[in-house]
């Protein structure tokens, strides 16, 4: 397995606070079945300022140190981009880390309570430069789970989502849990992931918890959210969409109805 989000480099952001919280966030991942890793920090003006240098020089660091210790886990760059208004001229300019520095995926994040209007806008800008935009835990935001739809509008437009796996074990609450299951369930995200904080507290956990919620999934996306599209995507390949027929009979009839209810209801929206 790949986790295509994980806050691991060492005092970057609110991440790992030091090496050693590095070295034993890689092995857990190592013992939850990883054999990769994407080192996404925080990059958000006025908070999170990181330059696409200091991020390629930190993963080169911490991979040669996994390699010093022994550690079967490889490091990919990439960073988690609060979803601004001048990401897309940024992007153009060279500034912008894109996920392993392949040019094609860019994780995005939008603020908790809501999702900014020029979210739409910005997102067709990015891809106009040839770059997928993939929504960080979506299953978190306020404005996304009273109003699923929205998120289906800007799968449609092009962008791929990421659901967090602490949101489906519940460790952020009701709402981003039944948020998460549905979004898995009825085909709205495209990849399973961490997004690890530390060894204690949010560790870069996935087998564990796959097993612990794997009742509440559907099992068939299982592989595809955590191993075939992080492949993917690490080589830079299209991401597989998940399409309501390809789902259980009783998911597949939901599913169907839901989404095309809601894309319905987006062309109609003036």
């Given at each position: 397995m790949i986790d295509i989000h994980a806050h691991i480099l060492p005092g970057m952001d609110d991440g790992a606070r030091d090496v050693n919280e590095a070295l034993d966030m890689a092995r857990i991942a190592v013992l939850e079945g990883m054999t990769g890793l994407i080192a996404t920090p925080h990059v958000a003006a006025g908070l999170y300022s990181r330059e696409k240098?200091?991020?390629?020089?930190?993963?080169a660091a911490l991979n040669n140190l996994l390699i010093k210790e022994k550690i079967p886990l490889q490091l990919y760059p990439g960073a988690e981009y609060l979803l601004e208004p001048d990401i897309p001229q940024r992007l153009r300019s060279g500034e912008i880390l894109t996920l392993n520095n392949g040019g094609k995926y860019l994780l995005v994040e939008f603020p908790f309570a809501s999702v900014p209007v020029y979210a739409e806008n910005v997102i067709f800008e990015i891809m106009l430069q040839g770059v997928t935009p993939i929504i960080a835990h979506p299953e978190r935001n306020a404005e996304l789970q009273k109003n699923p739809g929205r998120?289906?509008?800007?799968?449609?437009?092009?962008?791929?989502?990421?659901?967090?796996?602490?949101?489906?074990?519940?460790?952020?609450?009701?709402?981003?849990?039944?948020?998460g299951i549905n979004l898995v369930n009825q085909g709205l995200a495209h990849f399973l992931a961490s997004d690890a904080h530390s060894p204690n507290n949010r560790p870069p956990l996935l087998k564990t918890l796959l097993k612990k919620m794997h009742q509440q999934l559907n099992t068939g996306m299982i592989e595809l959210l955590t191993e075939q599209n992080p492949e993917h995507l690490i080589r830079g390949k299209p991401v597989k969409r998940v399409e309501p027929a390809e789902k259980t009979p009783k998911q597949k009839q939901a599913g169907r109805g839901l989404i095309s209810r809601l894309v319905k209801k987006l062309r109609q929206t003036p």
């Open positions: 240098w200091q991020i390629l020089d930190a993963v998120l289906a509008g800007l799968i449609h437009q092009g962008a791929l989502a990421q659901v967090t796996l602490g949101s489906i074990a519940g460790l952020f609450g009701d709402k981003a849990k039944y948020a």
